[in-house]
C-alpha cells in the first residue's frame, strides 16, 4: 500500500474499538503506544503479567516492563526481539515493532509471549543430561575396573580371581538399575 492510497481510509477499515476486542481475545499479552512511550492499550493478558498489588489498570506500568534500551532500539530499526524474566520467575519472549510517518513519533505494537513452561523443560532436559553424562562416566570406569581386574586375575591363584572377578561384577550390576530408570525417564519425556 502506497503512502497517498494510505491516506484514504477505506469503509471496512475496522475501528479502535474492533482492534482492542480482537486483542482480548489472544493468549499474548499486547500493548499499544504512541512512539513516545505513551501506552494506549493493554489486553488483559499483557495487564496479568504486572505484579500483585499493582493497579490493574496501569498501561504505563505495563510499558515499564519493558527495558527502555528495547524500546528506543525498535523506535531507531522498526523492531526488536529478546526474553525478557519477569520478578515471579515467568520468562517472555519479547517483541516489538514500531512505525512511524516522517515528522511523526508513530505507534509502537508490544508483544508479551509466556516461555516459561518451554524454558523449564529445557532445563530439565539438561539437568537430565548432565546426570545421564555422570552415569556414563562412573560406568565406564567401573567397567574399565573390571577389565583390568580381568587380565590381572590370569596371574593369580584361582580362588582370589574369582572373588576380585565377583566384585566387579557386582558394582557392574548395581550401576545397571539406575540407567535403566533414566533411560526410561528419558523415553517417557516429551
Not at 34 to 60: F, I, K, V
Amino acid at each position: 500500500m502506497s503512502v497517498s492510497s494510505a491516506s484514504r481510509v477505506p469503509a471496512d477499515i475496522p475501528s479502535f474499538v474492533d482492534i482492542q476486542a480482537l486483542t482480548e481475545l489472544m493468549d499474548d499479552g499486547v500493548l499499544l503506544c504512541r512512539g513516545d512511550d505513551r501506552a494506549l492499550h493493554a489486553n488483559a493478558s499483557a495487564l496479568a503479567l504486572l505484579p500483585e498489588g499493582e493497579e490493574p489498570e496501569s498501561l504505563q506500568a505495563v510499558l515499564e516492563l519493558v527495558p527502555a534500551e528495547a524500546r528506543r532500539v525498535a523506535r531507531a530499526t522498526g523492531r526488536w526481539n529478546g526474553e525478557l524474566a519477569l520478578e515471579d520467575g515467568r520468562i517472555l519472549q519479547l517483541r516489538i515493532y514500531h512505525h512511524h510517518a516522517p515528522g511523526d513519533d508513530g505507534y509502537a505494537l508490544i508483544l508479551f509471549h509466556d516461555i516459561s513452561e518451554g524454558h523449564a523443560r529445557q532445563q530439565e532436559l539438561q539437568r537430565r543430561h548432565a546426570q545421564l553424562r555422570q552415569t556414563l562416566i562412573r560406568l565406564a570406569g567401573t567397567q574399565e575396573q573390571l577389565v583390568q581386574s580381568e587380565k590381572d586375575g590370569v596371574h593369580r591363584p584361582a580362588g582370589r580371581r574369582r572373588g576380585a572377578r565377583d566384585q566387579q561384577s557386582d558394582r557392574l550390576r548395581a550401576f545397571q538399575p539406575g540407567i535403566a530408570a533414566r533411560n526410561t525417564c528419558t523415553a517417557c519425556s516429551p
